[in-house]
């Protein structure tokens, strides 16, 4: 049987609109997708940031005076931070003005911080005694002022190294939470020692007659426990630091919560970094570019 060409012609048309209508439907079946793809990627997000709310905050308070080491150790202080959910980073210059260099360090980390500087009374000025002192007593004043009760507080120095998995153990605390440090001292490790889940005594190099032989690493405090403690502060004398701040809590031994899997890791290290020459103007007599 031999078709008329219009007639083919009219099948190839109606051929054609079928496949038009086909291409169209796919199309539109990709829209559809990728539109819902993206909204449920949307809700994930929203989901991780409200449990990311019902996690308490780590109020890291560093405490770090100008030094030309200073902004390498703050760097990789911020990179480590910024692996960690739910930080605000108070970070407290010990001088009398904040200074540009950090503050654009701390912009650029996209953490979440507050910067502050404390000046020293003058007849401490470039002593010993009053190192990280006064830059750490304006850091608990901010918090008693601004942190949420939920919070918890942890002093990291920031020459320091910190394994991530210890600011997950930090965010447990009730009280106050204890843990090992490496690299202290002669014994190369400060720790609490835990028997049958309790803190009965300290490892470490210096004793001294102290009753909380830890170093500034090695605890955590709870903001409602810091609040309940309204003369709680760090006192203005050497090596006597975390004695001092500890006593001022007013906690007992037994009260310390053991973390790092009962005092058994070592998640926080007591690293420092070694001095470096400033960079002077002058350095560059004698080179010709
Ligand atoms: C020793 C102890 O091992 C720490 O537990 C204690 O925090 C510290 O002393 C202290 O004196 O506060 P060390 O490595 O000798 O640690 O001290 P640094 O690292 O030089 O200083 C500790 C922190 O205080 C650092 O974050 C540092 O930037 C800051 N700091 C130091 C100041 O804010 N002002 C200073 O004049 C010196
Ligand atoms: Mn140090």
């Not at 031999?2 to 086909?22: D, G, K, N, R, Y």
């Not at 990311?52 to 703050?74: C, E, G, K, S």
């Not at 490892?203 to 500034?216: E, I, P, Q, S, V």
Request: glycine share 4%; proline share 5%.
């Amino acid at each position: 049987m031999i078709f008329p060409t219009t007639f083919l012609h009219l099948i190839l048309l109606v051929e054609s609109f079928l496949l038009f209508l086909c291409v169209r439907r796919l199309r539109d079946t990709g829209d559809f997708l990728l539109r819902e793809q993206k909204l449920q990627l949307k809700a994930s997000s929203t989901q991780k940031t409200s449990t990311d709310f019902a996690i308490p905050m780590i109020y890291v308070v560093t405490p770090t005076y100008t030094r030309p080491t200073q902004l390498p150790d703050l760097t990789r202080l911020a990179n480590t931070l910024r692996l960690v959910p739910r930080i605000h980073w108070i970070v407290a210059e010990d001088r009398n003005t904040t200074t540009k260099p950090v503050a654009d360090l701390l912009a650029a980390s996209k953490l979440r911080f507050t910067h502050l500087a404390a000046e020293r009374p003058h007849e401490l000025i470039g002593k010993v005694i009053g190192r990280g002192v006064f830059n750490r007593r304006a850091a608990l004043d901010w918090i008693r002022t601004y942190a949420e009760p939920s919070g918890v507080i942890y002093f990291a120095d920031d020459d320091n190294s910190y394994d991530v998995r210890i600011f997950e153990e930090i965010r447990q605390t009730r009280v106050v939470a204890v843990f090992p440090v490496g690299l202290v001292l002669k014994f190369g490790i400060s720790s609490p020692i835990v028997r049958q889940g309790t803190v009965i005594g300290f490892f470490d190099a210096f004793l001294g007659g102290r009753k909380f032989a830890m170093d500034m690493a090695g605890f955590s405090v709870s903001v409602k426990h810091l609040n309940s403690k309204p003369l709680a502060t760090f006192p203005a004398a050497v090596s006597w630091l975390e004695e001092g701040f500890m006593r001022s809590l007013e906690v007992e031994k037994d009260d310390l919560e053991p973390k790092a899997e009962s005092c058994t890791r070592v998640w926080v290290w007591h690293t420092r970094t070694e001095k470096a020459a400033e960079p002077k103007l002058q350095h560059l007599q004698g080179f010709h570019c």
